[in-house]
């Protein structure tokens, strides 16, 4: 069964409003989680790092005021799209490593689209 | 993390062995090599991993050559549902801190 979840499955917003999406483990402890960003037909992105207690660190060319990453707890990152724009539509997926050689479990993908 | 070459696409028919092919000719010696897939519209899933002994479980077998600089998934029986991008990635198991770098993968399309 799933391992990481996310919520929502799909969103669609207008233009300058903001969009949260949950990142959990379902059965084990993350204290390190990863988001993605995948536009159409092109590969996953690794957009940030989510650290559980502390800041999240931001790959370059990311807007760490514009993607907001929350680590509260060990099982929850989210990721909150502040004043979302058209060009921020895309599919979004959060994982988590898990296991002695650090597999990544990923969650099932939040599709954002902005209108 | 090490440079996967990969093809871009392959064709497998149904209920035949889908060998993908991945090379890997930088790899270090505690970098290992790690297949994930992804559906249309899912994420990805973790498939299998090695590190130079060749390695099966229930979704696949990773053979990996002797000097490590290649290696193939091998699923066994492909099904219509295994139509997938399959990525290789290289990268040492110490790096649990690391979000991963997906390349463009190996677009597998069974055909029935």
């Known amino acids: 069964g799933a391992v990481v979840s996310q919520h929502p499955s799909w969103v669609i917003c207008k233009s300058g409003t903001s969009v949260k999406i949950e990142c959990r483990s379902l059965?084990?402890?993350?204290?390190?989680m990863f988001w993605y960003r995948q536009f159409p037909k092109q590969s996953l992105m690794l957009m940030a790092t989510s650290n559980e207690g502390s800041k999240a660190t931001y790959e370059q060319g990311v807007e760490k005021d514009k993607f907001l990453i929350n680590h509260a707890s060990l099982t929850l990152s989210t990721l909150t799209v502040t004043s979302a724009h058209p060009e921020d539509s895309s599919f979004y997926i959060c994982?988590?490593?898990?296991?002695?050689?650090?597999?990544?479990?990923f969650g099932p993908g939040t599709r954002l689209t902005v209108l | 993390d090490a440079k996967t070459t990969q093809p871009p696409s392959m064709d497998c028919a149904e209920g035949r062995a889908a060998n993908l092919p991945c090379n890997h000719s930088?790899?270090?010696?505690?970098?290992?090599v790690y297949w994930y897939r992804q559906i249309h519209s899912q994420g990805p899933q973790y498939i299998i991993h090695g590190l130079k002994n060749n390695e099966t479980n229930e979704m696949a077998s990773l053979i990996i050559t002797e000097d490590r600089k290649s290696s193939t998934l091998i699923l066994p029986h492909a099904t219509l549902r295994d139509t997938a991008v399959y990525y290789c990635i290289v990268r040492s198991p110490g790096g649990g801190a690391d979000g991963l770098t997906f390349g463009k993968g190996t677009h597998l399309i069974i055909q029935p």
């Open positions: 930088t790899i270090s010696g505690n970098e290992y």
């Open positions: 059965d084990f402890q993350a204290t390190t």
């Open positions: 994982s988590a490593p898990r296991g002695r050689y650090n597999e990544q479990f």
